[in-house]
């Protein structure tokens, strides 16, 4: 690794000379063409995660090419090369083997975005072994919960995490990042001098494309975490995902936000860009709007990939639009450069679309999915379809998705019903149930999200929400999605929820939890003003009536709003 201070200036290729016709491309759709776009004639490298995503960039001349830019939390930053992490991940990996870790084993990491934990990734995918996060703020429930059910055989951790594993220890092998005193201390292998005594070479092991290489769990809001083996068969998808929808170009320098402890930073900030070959960018930051503005114009980041709730914060912060007139800020947000962004996790609302657009300076797009799926349903930067605004975008090329009705009769456009995929005719869908059979996901030929959507007739999908989270109000079925996004277009809202509250005669009313932006207190007149826009802009049956003012919404920690703590609040 060697340290960087600058980022080498960047000239786009123009849009039109990549962008395809999206149906040509759904219809005509092929996997053996899609396996030979990503592979070449290597078709074999996909057996093994490491080959596919370090191993063959190396072998075919581009081991000097980043593979990831590091920044800490005290602004230094680090460059590791495909090579580097190639020498780096072979010697964590004789040091897998040395403790007896064989393919199939789980190896976990409790790490921030470092490039250790990178290499830990690589290491446990070049001898075959499954890789499995644990989210940094998790605590010792939570930990013990997934190390039980995943038999976890080496887990990698900081001195800032390790107290989280003192009853955990006997039952694993720990592996401590930080100095050899704090490694004594606790009785732990020390990982600089481990992987220091091992040889840089290692020959991956073959797997074949049901093989797991990742081990995730549910972000389990409603009962304990499902488990979701991640197989190899899953690259393809991931890379049309980063290629098509992401549009991904060799010449970006692309920075998701998501933590690698959840789906959508580990799928999509590093296996996604390592597959493709392309610099993948950590901040080790916490989230700050000031920090993630810098971040972006210090490495000219290009491609950013981040959540609603991300985007709103940025927005609220006030930092982007300026609005204290501060010289310094214009002149840094002047410094953007940013081509393209993309949005997971919740629907966008038309004033962050419109808010982007005009204060980063760029398009973001909407796009849906799930742990257990990955990204299904796309608004594609590198395909050319319509994208309304508030959609989740059209079903991404290798997957065929439908609406379901309860009885799961095909429904058509305009009306709503749960999202499926219909697995016969998806030939890059992966899924194939739950690690420890949790949950019967599958009716016949079709795998049910739980999720409730409505489809167009231009082909595009509009997310309602989770089945459970719909709310029945009179006998009218509100979406509470929609709700939220007209309550965010109101000047003083920062963030906001939706849930249902029992009521004797219409069953369920509507009622709203606000975040107001910073320096303005809830009034009267600000719900009454909510209630209002609501009324006019969705319809006089969805509009919620009692606003309760709160300081934050229960988030998972990867973003998602916990509607249904808000019940059990509501209904206390």
Known sequence: MNTASQTPTINHTDASTTLKNYTDYYNNFDMDTLLSEIFGKNVDDRLNAYMACCGRHVRDGRADNAAL???DTTGNVTRMSFGELDKSSAQVANLLQSYGVKAGDKVATMLPRTPELLTVVLATWRIGAVYQPLFTAFGYDSIKYRMDKADTKVVFTNVENRNKFDDLAAQTKMVLVGSTEDAQTWGDDHYSQSMAAQAQTMEPVTLDMDAPFLQMFTSGTVGKSKGVSV????LPAFYLYMRYAIDLREDDQ????????WAYGLYYAITGPLLLGITTYFNEAGFDATNTRDFMVRHQITNLASSPTAFRMMKSSGVFDNKDGNEDDLETNAKLALRCANSAGETLNTEVVNWVETYLGCQVKDQYGQTETGMTCC????????????????ALPGHTLVVLDDD?????????GQLAVVVSQSPAFY??????NEKQAFVDDYYLTGDVVERH????????????????????????????????EHDAVAESAAVGVPDEVRGHTIKSYVVLKEGIEGSEQIAK???????????THAYPREVEFVTELPKTPSGKIQRFLLRSLSAA
């Open 529 to 539: 003003e909510i209630q209002e826009l609501v009324r006019k802009r969705l319809s």
């Open 231 to 234: 197989p190899l068969a899953a």
């Open 408 to 416: 799961m009769n095909v429904l058509p456009d305009g009306e709503q």
């Open 457 to 488: 007739s231009d082909g595009s999908y509009w997310f309602s929400g989770r089945d459970d989270d719909i709310i029945i109000t009179a006998g009218y079925r509100v979406g509470p999605t929609d709700v939220e996004n007209t309550v965010l």
């Open 379 to 394: 608004a594609h930067h590198a395909l050319k379809h319509e994208s309304p605004v508030g959609s989740m975008g059209m």
């Open 254 to 261: 692309y920075w998701n936000m998501a933590d690698p402890g």
């Open 431 to 436: 899924f194939r149930g739950y690690s420890w």
């Open 69 to 71: 830019v590091h920044e």
